[in-house]
């Protein structure tokens, strides 16, 4: 299995964006894949997954704008040992498929929770109160939530209780953008309030607490191929996604 920074391309935007030129990269070419915007039908993730299934959990994977975020749970139905899944998001993505039951990107954490036995804990950082709240109580009850409440008055015992806690278990880390506030990222969904050097200082802790598996990043903006932000947008993530790729590539003990 090859241990790579892959990216992942369905909407064309990170052909906007600079950050990849000096990087080592692994393109993967999905524009071609119907079915997949939003919600993921069986056959597109019959492809999807074939298309991945010579790369490994252990690297670093760019997945596009979150609606693609739950290219996630392919990523981490390769790990075959227990593990923690640390959640960085504005949204819990656990609610149900809102069309017969398809994946989607806002209830991938849902069916990761419901059929992935190796997934022992998740924290999910970052959604308002109200949208924890809203979690189905017999998921929510296996899940440690850090809502944006907490984050914006430095209510951090929580987060530094699931750190504390199960010592033994590596973690996958998912970060969906949107959980930062508008100055430090350009999403097509709705944003939360976190500050970039924030969530770097959070990611710090994970390195200092756990063993690091992978991660995986999304929040782009594909409006912007549209020049919608007239470009502002697609610098503005561009320096984001490097400075999480770089931040990442310092947990030496996994990560390729």
């Known amino acids: 299995m090859k241990k790579k920074t892959i990216i992942m391309d369905f909407s064309g ?19 071609d894949i119907s079915g997949v915007n939003g919600y993921c039908g069986e056959d597109a993730q019959k492809e999807i997954k074939k298309r991945i299934q ?14 693609y975020h739950y290219l996630s749970k392919f990523w981490l139905e390769k790990v075959q040992q227990p593990f923690s899944l640390i ?32 997934v022992k804990e998740v924290c ?9 709240e809203q979690c189905k109580s017999e998921l929510a009850s296996r899940v440690v939530f850090v809502t944006q409440e907490e984050l914006r008055e430095g209510k951090l015992e929580q987060w530094e209780a699931f750190l ?9 880390l998912s970060i969906d953008k949107d959980v930062l ?7 097509n969904w709705d944003q939360g309030e976190m500050k970039l050097v ?23 903006n594909p409006q912007d191929t549209a020049k919608v932000l007239e470009n502002e947008g697609l610098e503005i993530n561009s320096n984001n996604n490097l400075k999480l790729y770089h931040l990442l590539l310092k947990n030496k003990k996994r990560i390729k």
């Open 198 to 220: 924030e969530l770097e200082e959070m990611i710090k802790q994970v390195f200092q607490n756990r063993n690091l598996l992978g991660a995986d990043i999304c929040g782009e």
């Open 54 to 67: 010579d790369y490994d959990f252990e690297g670093i994977h760019f997945l596009d704008s979150g609606n």
């Open 87 to 118: 959640l960085f998001d504005h949204h819990t993505d656990m609610q149900p498929s809102a069309f017969f039951g398809l994946l989607s990107c806002g209830s991938w954490v849902k069916e990761v929770l419901e059929t992935n036995p190796y």
């Open 13 to 31: 935007i990170y052909r906007e964006e600079d950050f990849h030129k000096n990087i080592e990269a692994c393109w993967l070419e999905c524009r």
């Open 124 to 132: 999910v950082v970052g959604p308002p109160k109200e949208s924890m």
């Open 164 to 172: 504390e806690g199960r010592k033994e278990l590596p973690v996958y």
């Open 181 to 187: 506030c508008m100055e430090d990222a350009r999403t």
